[in-house]
């Protein structure tokens, strides 16, 4: 016999996979979410605060667009603040880097509240905030 199926077909690059997401909503009525985000609708300007103060773009990278909104840490009993626990990010880096073990503090005793970013990546995200917040205003 000749050549086998495979050596018929031409190279192909594998596919790519993408992250695995949630594909469940959360609940946002749950005590949970009201007592990490508050009201949804004050929760969403704040993000759109956020994104505005640095052009929509990703505080980890600094050039892709922001699509998703990281929090650094939670803080119990405050609002969270821009640029302080609150940072807009790009879809990969908040999958890759801000999650990375490298850059992320597991507690397993309170993991709601006490899961964080280590202070030398919580410290870039302020840094990077601040330039590009400075950049959009130009």
Request: proline share 8%; with cysteine.
């Amino acid at each position: 016999m000749s050549k086998s199926r495979l050596e018929d077909k031409p190279d192909k690059a594998p596919k790519k996979r993408k992250p695995k997401r949630p594909t469940k909503k959360p609940d946002i009525k749950s005590e949970e979410w009201q007592e990490r985000y508050g009201d949804l609708g004050e929760y969403r300007k704040l993000c759109a605060i956020a994104y505005s103060l640095v052009n929509s773009k990703c505080c980890v990278c600094k050039i892709r667009p922001a699509r998703e909104i990281h929090h650094a840490f939670y803080r119990k009993n405050n609002p969270d603040k821009p640029g302080y626990n609150l940072f807009p990010v790009c879809l990969p880096c908040h999958d890759t880097v801000c999650h990375h073990e490298n850059n992320w503090n597991i507690n397993d005793k309170d993991p709601v509240w006490r899961n964080r970013n280590n202070r030398k990546f919580t410290r870039l995200l302020r840094e990077n905030f601040k330039f590009l917040a400075i950049l959009a205003k130009t």
